[in-house]
């Protein structure tokens, strides 16, 4: 069985984003999947999806960006220019590994299919 990951690195101080809130959603569903806090290596702490959960579709992770970086003391003008950065993708196999990293500032952000 495939499975989804995530990894976040905060590019302002050069770490892992520990504490940052996620959530998993899948296309046409009204509740997310998956609501969590980031550990200490920026990471969800396991798969998002896995085993019978993980399966084809479109579904969007919720990062937490503005919230992340105000407590991190960070002062962000109101409204601050990245709020929550929201990544829509698409999982087409289903044996697939789909590991979608975010590198973020309060500025800017960048992602892609990771390994």
Known sequence: MGQLTTHVLDTMHGCP???????????GESVPLRTLAL?????AGGPL?????????????HFGVA????????????????DEVVLAFGIAEAQAHYHV?????PWSYSTYRGS
């Open 49 to 61: 999806l896995a085993g019978e959960a993980f399966r084809p579709g479109r579904y969007r992770l």
């Open 67 to 82: 919230d992340y970086f105000r407590a991190r003391g960070v002062a962000l003008p109101e409204p601050p220019f990245l």
């Open 17 to 27: 984003a520990a504490g940052m809130a996620v959530s998993l959603w899948r296309e």
């Open 39 to 43: 550990d200490a290596d920026g990471r």
């Open 101 to 105: 990293p975010l590198l973020a500032s």
